[in-house]
């Protein structure tokens, strides 16, 4: 298939962009990002992943990617990799999201706004930029495997699902969800009477049971551990419930982008009553498990959202279509130049100008060089025996700069007293000496970390106990001295 010059010029924009704001700041924005870096550390010391973190919440059994990390120590190698290639390979769903169109209305120009919407849905700029996530991989491969099973009767897009479908199975368990989008897809192709070869049938067969045989040996420790509760992933259901109670529907919806919404739900609906293509039923399959697992607390909240703007970004090239078909056949077709143009500036209002915002939100969260130097100073001064308490947000992030223990992070899974831990933070960081004392002395803490992050999400100025004789301040940092 040719690929049109607008196209890789809309590749080049986004990629530029996610480019300019990535390098906006020396540190990641997120602690996952921090927990990544050091399982590729790991990696490199080691040859393989890790599997026992002597930091993580003083030190439990963990949970590695069984690629990411290798990933990550290619990405290395080259002069700013960290930064360059997770944002190139994110953009490249502008490529994917183009030929997924194509095959749904065969219209270059719908199909250029489908990949344009692609490449600015605000949700993935807050999920993605300046981080390391592996999202930034998952996403394009999620989308390119779904583009080569719809074309699997090509011998070339057989060897494309065979590959990418093995490295989303050893990339994260969680993918395993994608089991469940092909069963339902199968039962909408059923349902609507459209003929399915056997290939396809044969490729979901082999695909559900590689992936399901693969995840039961990585996750075999964890499955003995937790049973069916492992879905959760051992996360505390305070924070757990806490997701759906912050949400702002508003806000939501500036996330998500307000035209991949109504356009996406209108090809979705016009897919379904006229068109019965297999690309908008697997695409809207995907949005549908996405949504329901999201609301079943089995999918991330906001991992499952990104799976369905993206969904919903290449779908709107239907309407986008149609609605140009339609004008054509009013009074209105003499304003027909006006079309593009106009449709340009209302991507640039509710798409490009959103990620924009966004982006300049999760650059201004990244750490700040004050706080990254009062971690340093707590690995010269400290003992590896040390711990150090912070936010549950910056543990991973404690972690890699200190080299010392963390009370905990978000690194659930294997995760001992999880919930208690959370309460006991909250007593120390809110309550007077007397009562934090037997807490920090029970964990073994030796400093606290309080950020402009743990002022936030404690609702503090201050620890009560900042001028105890017991309590040595260095900036960020509080060591207790008796």
């Keep these: 298939m040719k690929i049109p010059k607008l196209l890789i010029l809309i590749f080049l924009v986004v990629f530029l962009f996610r480019l300019y704001f990535s390098f906006q700041t020396t540190y990641l924005s997120d602690d996952t990002s921090y927990l990544n870096l050091r399982n590729m550390d790991y990696v490199k010391d080691n040859l393989k992943p890790m599997t026992y973190d002597d930091l993580s919440y003083g030190g439990k059994q963990t949970l590695a990617s069984p690629i990411f990390p290798y990933f990550l120590w290619m990405f290395s190698l080259v002069p700013f990799g960290l930064k360059i290639f997770p944002q190139l390979i994110i953009s490249l769903i502008v490529f994917i999201a183009f030929f997924i169109s194509k095959m749904i209305v065969n219209d270059d120009k719908s199909a250029l706004f489908a990949s344009l919407l ?7 700029f807050n999920e993605t930029i300046n981080k390391i996530s592996i999202y930034s991989i998952a996403i394009p491969l999620i989308f390119f495997m779904i583009y080569s099973f719809l074309r699997i009767n090509e011998n070339r897009y057989k060897i494309f699902f065979i590959i990418s479908s093995l490295i989303i199975c050893l990339l994260d368990p969680i993918f395993i969800f994608l089991i469940l989008v092909f069963v339902f897809y199968l039962l909408l192709t059923y349902t609507e009477d459209i003929k399915i070869r056997g290939i396809e049938i044969k490729s979901i067969i082999i695909f559900s049971i590689f992936f399901i045989i693969v995840n039961i040996i990585i996750l ?45 739900g209108i090809s979705a609906y016009y897919g379904f009553i006229k ?5 908008i039923y697997i695409l809207s399959s995907l949005a549908f498990i996405s949504l329901c697992l999201v609301f079943l ?68 969260d990244a750490p700040i060089s004050a706080e990254i130097n009062s971690l340093l100073w707590i690995k010269n001064d400290s003992l590896a025996t040390d711990t150090v308490l912070g936010t549950i947000y910056e543990g991973n992030l404690i972690s890699y700069f200190t080299d010392r223990k963390n009370v905990f992070d978000t690194s659930f899974m294997f995760a001992p007293d999880s919930t208690q831990r959370l309460v006991d933070a909250s007593i120390i960081f809110t309550s007077d000496y007397e009562r934090a004392s037997s807490l920090i002395k029970n ?32 900036e960020f940092v509080y060591k207790i001295v008796c």
């Design 220 to 264: 075999k420790n964890a499955i003995s551990l937790y049973g069916l509760d492992i879905i959760y992933k051992n996360i505390p259901k305070s924070l757990l419930l806490g997701t759906f109670k912050k949400i702002d529907i508003l806000a939501l919806i500036y996330h998500f982008g307000y035209i991949p919404l109504i356009f996406g």
């Design 118 to 124: 692609a490449g600015f849905v605000p949700l993935i």
């Design 275 to 279: 068109e019965k293509s297999k690309s």
């Design 443 to 474: 964990y073994n803490i030796k400093y606290l970390f309080l950020s402009d992050k743990t002022k936030s999400v404690y609702g503090i100025k201050d620890l009560k106990y900042a001028d105890s004789k017991c309590v040595e301040q260095h």
């Design 297 to 364: 607390n089995v999918l991330g909240f906001y991992a499952g959202l990104m799976m369905i703007g993206i969904s919903a970004a290449i779908l709107s090239s239907l309407a986008i279509n149609r609605l140009y078909l339609y004008l054509n056949m009013t009074k209105l077709s003499k304003y027909n130049n006006l079309f593009v143009p106009m449709l340009f500036l209302l991507i640039f209002i509710l798409s490009i100008y959103p990620s924009y915002n966004v982006s300049d939100r999760i650059i201004a």
